[in-house]
């Protein structure tokens, strides 16, 4: 464990020093090992039924945290700081070469401003029908609006290909079961709106006609939102679209359907028993991260161009990764929550997934906007997106200082993770001249309990009422072993990993005096074989816990982050480079991260499983 700690005899409790007296320097770094049953079948079933024992079970998650160090860390530790409820983070400075779009304008103005930062886009050689002249992996935002501008093609036309593709693949042996929620006739409806506007020289935004997807706990009329349960549409009737769903309405975009995900979001491979278990597309044999499982693996098929995700431990960032997408995690607050099914927590944010940083700048140019509570409460900094076209932005890039804590950034199972981000790290010094700095960061095993008694404690407490209920016993397998898990949490193990957060904040604070940003891998590993037994249910803590490594930073302290895409493994499978920012930093973020897409670009591959719309 990190950070500092007084002496104590026998049967006294470890003190740790407060938090501004820790020699950072002298901190040396401790491999996290996770123990935990990996369990499917009859052993998974037999392993809730101990959990949910009013007598076994307190028994058995005591075993559990004693285990992985969460009672010592938790009840006998004195932490000196006090708790921090949700992120609070000092004034920042304003952002170098960027535009500000307006936190309460209009969307469709929002959007057009930041259309203008983008290099203009030029169509030759993009719709050739030689493969080789096609150097691109996606189709982007701004070549469906000229194919519909230019009459290339129409949103109406492009709906039917988007039914037949979710009609082609729900039939698919193994299936691909994307979509939990899909009306062919509402979605020609749409498009045939979207459609006339064009015909009459009209349309609203460059988001209009562009499909997207929507995570099933995203409110998104006529859809109910079940959170990939069977039940939860009893329980919360859908009576008007989230914020963000509306946001993106306004400019014109085409919703496809709910996206499959991993039930109530309590996991992060995508596994999920009810609907079947989304396949990735580079390896359907393999897991796409979860929980927005279905969202990523509609954009990385190119059935849609983005999705609206939640990311809450990853959930946006990790699938994302293994999918070979981009996946922006905004600043906590940054984006209204209302209409989503856990709007009320201290870690989770809506953000967008993209096949391209491009994309995600238009989309979170729309999706973007502070509620008004928490802009009295966590007094968000201008809303901005970086200017790609000004003279400044190579300037800007060349004064980019970037974070690395090496012995945490190679602590993975292969190699060939780290290893590729690291090149790609290399290449953004050399290329753009941003220099890569040492960090350290200090209680990382101390962040990851924190942010795991945090959403637990929090998605319990949004459960309990159902779960009290017996509504338990309609959930799948893996969210009961976790809701479990999370009952055992007390008040005061959620009041100790708030005076947690308050400890890591500050050493992020620190690091972020000397670094713009901070890189790690998104994930300790690429994406996971489904095992044939976990189709009906599975708990895999060790694997969760290699896919969730490096991602609690921006969850658990709310700050934004963003996976790119840098290549592959020996196998084909994605890795993804995580850039983490500095509070309200989306723009500075966005700006690196567009550097690191160019200089990676040829390292991509389009998926094995892959729907090219605009060429069919």
Known sequence: MGGGSGGRGKGMPRAMAPVEEVDVAAVRYKPAELQAPHLTGFPLRAFVWLLESPLLGPLVTSILKKQNNMTQMLQHTVIPERPMFYPEYPPQEPEHGVVALGDDRDPVDRVEEALSCLA?????????????????LYWKIRDFAYAYRSGITTPSAVAELVIAGVEEWNNKKPPMPMLIHFNANDLRKQADASTKRFEQGSPISVLDGIFFAVKDDIDCLPYPSKSATTFFDEIRPVEKDAVSVSRLRKCGVIFIGKANMH???????????????????????????GSSSGPAALVSSGLCSGAIGTDGGGSVRIPSSLCGIVGLKTTFGRTDMTGVVCDAGTVEVASPLTSSVEDSVLLYSALAGSRPMDKLTLRPSPLCVPNLVSSENSKILQSVKVGKYTEWFHDVPDNEVSNTCEDALNLLGSTFGCQIEEIILPELEEMRTAHLVSIGSEAFSDMNAHYQAGRRTEMTLDTRASLALFKSFTSADYVASQCLRRRIMYYHMEAFKKVDVIATPTTGMTAPKIPPSALKGESDYVVSAKLMQFIFAGNLLGLPAISVPVGHDKQGLPIGLQLIGRPWGEASLLRVASAVEELCLKRRNRPSTFYDILKT
């Open 120 to 136: 203009p886009y030029d169509p030759s050689g993009r719709f050739t029908s030689a493969d080789e002249k096609n150097p691109f």
């Open 263 to 289: 039930e109530l979001g309590l996991g992060v491979t995508g596994n999920n028993p009810n609907y079947g278990t989304v396949r990735n597309p580079h390896s359907i044999d393999r897991y796409t991260g």
